[in-house]
């Protein structure tokens, strides 16, 4: 059982109050670092160059209550009271959205999905197969399958965004924060001071990701506390010092006084009034760590008033101070006393280090979904911690990162090219939400029509409306994550396509198994000692690659196992529900067929408990199919070929069958016949038991797996005891094949176009796909298979 996912696999019950308060306490560090440490940068990019701050106060009072009603709306209302209603079995963020459309309607373009997929106990509907069938929402999406790719490519727009906030989010925050030595250094001094010490902040940052977050991660949630309440304090001193009456601008009525005087030039500052919303999206991507009472209690009880009192503070200073440089000194300092300005810089620089690495952490997390539905290229995932689930290191990921992050901040050396930059990446990724929650709505919650269209129109106007402000300011920095993610989104839509394509391509060329073991009979195939795992992506027949080793090398191992990784749409997958166990071919060709099966959240294992793991479940396996054939033979009086390709779930939930639909669903009782590893059985008598030992070094400690045999099974079903024997001897020979070693076959391809295809398909296929497959991890860096085990068949694939 995998330890890392103790917490995403348990089920959720209503927590305490205590419990409520310590996951609401350890929220501030992961959840709102980057919302908490918006007021550095707000005020600074929306009077940056479009509008100026004048006596009549018009100005900040308007930005004032556009900040004040753009939390509540959006934060508030479209978050924290809808959007993180619509969990995926606890979990967030734009996956657990389109995963929960593809539950309920037959969009998904994942190719391999199975019967079997929807009997997992996180595979749940949000309401009864009868209700969802009636829905003309459904029947609408699954008729049309451009609708299908629209949808992806959505999934797939968001998820660049986030990327590209990835980039852009730890620029600003830190450069922010850092910026705070301009009211004491002089100009030419701020210049050569802050850009360095911005970039050497975030190298140490992104150097540290390799160590993981979870030896300092108790100290985000102080620090975060210890900056609301401190941004708190200021912002009430200043309310009742300077302004007592700031409160008055939150009446809407400054808004539109606001655009009445500032016209175009209003219309475009909303760029930098968007910002106050930026980490709001992940309150609901980092669901699944917290619950949704702990999200919704930090942000409405502490949170939520902290930035409204920050922002009326700085407003009420800056309404009694107007003879200043708008550019260089309007900001978050400015409005901190002198007597405490140092310590609160040094308390910002490490709330922007913690809102930056939540950040960080959630770009990993979203490439790691990407890549486990296809649509990312491979890159090497590490767990960077055994106890917490979720904390991930993605190496090349992480240097790209620090690459383009420290460009920017070079490049831009200011808050508003950087603002500008991040508000279109930030209001993207909201719009996108809103369009993918409408649809939930519809399909998930069966909610009216005109509901979500009402959602859709008043959340999507209000985030359209900033969108068009962002937009305006191309070249003025909002090109950086436009680029990138055109960029991002060619990669994945390529890498999706030609995955797509190459499976395609691997259904039609599979053969049968008639045809294999016709091959063996007429080449006199020899079987050598030992297991071997051929990986494949699919699910029925024999791979096209398998059958071309075996006609130039006719010769395979003794027991040969078809493996297939395949990903679900779950967040999670029960260790229990993990294997799919069922023959290929008759008993004694031992052959056999394994659907190892992850959620979109899962983090695979390493290879030897997943070998372990394997062997164990075969081993079950084979005593469940004498159990049944003795059983159908018992019944109908002979045993029920067609069954050769079923596939039985090994786990622990009571055995069940589900009977036409070629799945041998179910579990394994292990107090009988089931795996029962244990150190006290060595001392049994051999005869009542077999042992599997992996093939281990003379100085490593041999991992052993024992497989109880009763006796009185073998004298039982009929009193002949051929099929005990049978499975005696078949267990026999799984334990020498173990012994003599493990071999992971996997394939080595190549692709490249039909004659006469476009130019476009040439140079997205055979370039594109091509330069990724030869710079990015193989299949066995991603399913962590030991280079001496692993033989790789070559594979030309023309698409």
Not at 263 to 291: N, P, Q, V, Y
Not at 361 to 382: A, E, H, M
Not at 504 to 522: F, P
Not at 683 to 697: K, Q, T, V, W, Y
Request: aromatic fraction near 10%.
């Amino acid at each position: 059982m995998d330890p890392e996912f103790g917490v995403g696999m348990a089920p959720r019950k209503r927590e305490s109050w205590r419990t409520t308060l310590l996951l609401a306490y350890q929220s501030l560090g992961v959840v709102y670092g980057d919302l908490s440490i918006s007021p550095l940068y707000v005020y600074k990019s929306t009077f940056a160059e479009d509008i100026t701050h004048s006596e009549t106060n018009e100005e900040i009072y308007g930005a004032l209550s556009f900040v004040f009603w753009t939390l509540t709306l959006i934060p508030l209302i479209k978050y924290v009271t809808i959007v993180l209603r619509a969990d995926d079995n606890g979990e967030g963020g734009t996956f657990a959205l389109y995963s929960l459309i593809c539950r309920h309607a037959n969009v998904s373009l994942l190719p391999n999905r199975q019967v079997a997929d929807e009997e997992l106990s996180t595979y749940k509907l949000q309401c009864s197969p009868e209700t969802a069938q009636r829905s003309r929402v459904k029947e609408w999406l699954e008729k049309h399958k451009r609708l299908h790719t629209a949808l992806l490519i959505m999934v797939m727009i968001g998820t660049c965004m986030v990327i590209g906030d990835g980039v852009l989010t730890p620029a600003i925050s830190v450069f922010s924060a850092v910026s705070g030595l301009e009211l004491s250094l002089s100009k030419d001094q701020h210049e050569y001071a802050v850009i360095p010490i911005t970039c050497a902040i975030l190298v140490f940052l992104f150097a540290l990701q390799h160590y993981g977050t979870h030896r300092v991660g108790f100290l985000f949630a102080p620090i975060v506390l210890c900056w609301l309440l401190c941004m708190s304090a200021i912002g009430l001193y200043n309310i009742i010092h300077w302004n007592p009456h700031v409160y008055q601008a939150l009446n809407p009525s400054y808004m539109i006084t606001f655009l009445k005087k500032t016209r175009k030039s209003g219309w475009m500052s909303l760029g930098g009034i968007l910002l106050c919303m930026t980490g709001s999206e992940a309150m609901f991507a980092d669901l699944g760590h917290f619950s949704y009472s702990a999200i919704q209690l930090a942000f409405t009880s502490l949170v939520y008033p902290s930035l409204i009192l920050g922002y009326m503070g700085q407003a009420a200073y800056l309404s009694k101070h107007h003879n200043f440089d708008a550019n260089n000194q309007i900001g978050f300092y400015i409005a901190v006393p002198e007597s405490v300005r140092w310590p609160v810089l040094v308390l910002a620089i490490l709330a922007s280090v913690v809102g930056s690495q939540a950040i960080i952490s959630g770009t990993f997390s979203i490439i790691n979904q990407s890549q486990s539905l296809s649509c990312f290229p491979r890159v090497k995932v590490v767990h960077t911690s055994a106890k917490i689930h979720g904390q991930i290191y993605i190496p090349e990921v992480n240097w790209m990162l620090m690459v383009l992050c420290i460009a920017v901040t070079v490049g831009f050396r200011n808050t508003k090219h950087m603002g500008n930059a991040s508000g279109l990446a930030v209001i993207t990724v909201m719009f996108v939400t809103t369009c993918l929650m409408s649809v939930v709505m519809m399909l998930c919650w069966h909610r009216s029509p005109l509901l979500a269209l009402a959602f859709f129109l008043f959340f999507g106007s209000i985030e359209a409306l900033y969108f068009s402000a962002s937009l305006i300011k191309f070249l003025e920095g909002a090109w950086v994550p436009i680029l990138l993610s055109l960029i991002l989104l060619a990669v994945m839509f390529v890498w999706h396509h030609t995955t797509i394509r190459k499976y395609e391509y691997d259904m039609h060329n599979k053969v049968t198994l008639e045809w294999l073991l016709a091959l063996c009979d007429k080449l006199g195939m020899v079987r050598v000692p030992g297991i071997g795992l051929v990986y494949t992506d699919l699910t029925s027949g024999v791979p096209a690659n398998f059958s071309r080793f075996v006609t130039n090398l006719p010769a395979f191992h003794r027991v040969l196992i078809f493996v297939c990784v395949k990903s679900v749409p779950v967040p999670h997958v029960l260790p229990a529900e993990r294997y799919l166990v069922g023959r290929v071919g008759p008993a004694g060709h031992r052959s056999y067929r394994c659907i190892v099966r992850y959620g979109y959240r899962d983090v695979h294992q390493d290879v030897d408990s997943f070998e372990t793991e394997l062997v164990e479940s075969l081993a079950t396996f084979i005593k469940l199919d004498a159990l049944f054939r003795c059983s159908d033979a018992a019944a109908d009086g002979e045993v029920d070929y067609e069954r050769e390709n079923a596939l039985t779930v090994i786990g622990s939930n009571p055995l069940r069958r589900h009977p036409g639909m070629g799945i041998m669903g179910g579990g394994y009782d292990e107090s009988h016949d089931g795996v029962s590893p244990s150190s006290e059985d060595a001392a049994e008598d051999s005869a009542n038991g077999i042992e599997l030992a992996a093939a281990a070094a003379p100085a490593t400690k041999t991992k052993r797996v024992r497989f109880a045999v009763e006796e009185s099974r073998r004298r039982s079903h009929g009193g002949g005891g051929e099929v005990d024997e049978g499975v005696l001897e078949e267990l026999h020979e799984l334990c020498e094949a173990r012994e003599s070693g493990t071999a992971f076959i996997l394939g080595h391809s190549h692709v490249q176009t039909k004659p006469g295809s476009s130019l476009l398909k040439k140079l997205a296929v055979g370039v594109v796909y091509n330069f990724l497959r030869r710079n990015c991890r193989g299949p066995d860096v991603v399913l962590r298979v030991p280079p001496a085990s692993l033989l790789e068949v070559g594979m030309v694939y023309v698409l």
